[in-house]
């Protein structure tokens, strides 16, 4: 390790960067990860190629595997050998830096596990077929995948991920990575607003995990909220107003951490599948509108649908809540009270009242569904 700068490589792509994105990052990447690694690369060379293989491989169960939240990261190998961890994208850039040192001619694999061909994952397999997945755990096998993508480096290019080129007709359109439309923004507001009174009321924390990431990246939070149609101002003020409560249980997220940990399979080019997480996020809420007395599942899957919308934020909320609350049961509390969260501009008009007075939602009910409707239709279409 001696001689190799410290360097990490976090969110130097494009803000909102999509899944070919990362994987366009990754490959341009590996010039400079070659170079950090020309003398430190000598010590895994082996007998056969196979042996090599198995150094290198053995070498990365030392690090500790760790999923990216909303940010995405890709370390260089200086970065990895400095801080001991990093994921699957950033296992892949140390491999094909070894490998390129020691002339073993090797490809990027992308895999999908799930029914949507974006890959989730990624990992190093030689030309010779000997594969390395450090994160899968067994050397030279692969967990099967739906969908598999090979990237070729010996005839790399630094304008694209060939191979995935394909693919780029299905990029999810949900937020963070497609655009909203007035519609949409307008058939969230009912979901808006049922949110916004979650953390006012500091349900499951929200407003004390919210308050950490806007210190943090408020410019990120702002732009994730006002791309579904929200008023920035309205989040700011509720999660102001939150912050001076104590958290109070609920469940929700506890349980979208319990439903993501189920999905099983390896968590992919940073997190598990967008629109799984996505799917998720929508199931917990609906389930949760459906045990609070006065919510309604209807009314569930509305505040499902804003919070789906806004996913890269809510994966960081998931990530700030601890293991021990996905046995937590669903708790009803006092009553949820949604914030107005419209204007001239901005809102659907959904009846939900001024702050603090009671909430119709018979009056909401064909606006919420509208929304619930809108996401589960947008979500299809990848």
């Given at each position: 390790m ?6 990490g490589?976090?969110v130097t792509?494009k803000a909102?960067?999509?899944n070919?994105?990362i994987r ?5 990447l590996?010039?400079?990860?070659v ?6 690369a000598?010590?895994f ?6 042996e ?5 491989f053995?070498y990365?169960?030392?690090f500790k ?5 909303g940010e ?5 190998p200086s970065?990895?050998?400095k ?7 950033s296992?892949a ?13 090797y ?5 999908s596990y799930t029914?949507?061909?974006?890959p ?5 397999t030689?030309?010779?077929g ?6 899968y755990g ?11 993508y090979?990237?070729?480096?010996n005839?790399?290019?630094m ?9 780029n007709?299905?990029?999810?359109r949900?937020a ?13 507001a009912p979901?808006?607003g ?7 009321g500091?349900?499951?924390g ?5 308050a ?6 408020p410019a ?8 579904i149609g929200?008023?920035w ?8 107003v ?11 997220l506890?349980l979208i ?14 997190a598990v599948d967008?629109?799984?997480?996505q799917?998720i996020?929508?199931s917990?809420?609906t ?14 899957a509305?505040v499902g649908?804003a ?6 934020a ?11 609350d996905e046995?937590d049961?669903i708790?009803?509390g006092d009553p ?11 809102g ?6 001024a ?7 018979s009056?909401a ?8 409707a809108?996401?589960w239709?947008?979500?299809k279409?990848?």
């Open positions: 001696a001689g190799i700068a410290f360097q490589v976090d792509y909102g960067a999509d070919k994105d366009d990052l990754l490959v341009q590996v010039p400079e990860a170079a950090q690694m020309k003398d430190f000598k010590r060379k082996g007998r056969t190629e196979i090599t293989c198995k150094n290198v053995i990365l169960k030392s595997y760790e999923a990216d939240g995405q990261v890709i370390l260089l970065a990895m050998l801080i001991r961890r990093g994921d699957c994208k296992y850039l140390f491999t094909a830096a070894i490998l390129e040192n020691l002339k073993i001619p490809k990027f694999t992308y895999a029914s949507n061909p974006i989730g994952h990624v990992y190093v030689t030309n010779n000997v594969i390395i997945d450090a994160v067994v050397f030279n096998q692969e967990k099967k995948p739906n969908f598999k090979n990237e070729n480096m005839v790399r290019y304008a694209g991920v060939n191979s995935c080129d394909n693919m007709d299905q990029r999810p949900m963070g990575i497609g655009s909203f439309t007035p519609v949409r923004t307008v058939l969230l979901g808006r049922i949110f916004l009174g979650l953390i006012k500091n349900r499951d929200l407003a004390t995990k919210l950490n990431l806007q210190a943090k990246n990120k939070l702002k732009k994730q909220w006002e791309k929200g008023r101002s309205k989040l700011v003020n509720a999660i102001k939150g912050s001076a409560k104590p958290a109070k249980k609920l469940g929700l506890g951490r319990k439903k993501t940990k189920q999905a099983g399979g390896i968590n992919g080019i940073g967008d629109a799984k997480i799917a996020i929508v917990a809420c389930a949760i509108g459906s045990a609070v007395p006065g919510f309604g599942s209807v009314a569930g509305s649908a919070m789906a919308a806004i996913y890269p809510i994966k960081d909320l998931v990530a700030a809540t601890p293991a021990a046995n049961s708790t009803a949820i009270v949604p914030e107005t969260d419209t204007d001239g501009n901005n659907a008009g959904a009846g939900a009242g702050p603090g007075t009671a909430f119709d939602f009056k009910l064909p606006y919420i569904a509208a929304g619930g809108a996401l239709y947008f979500s279409k990848k």
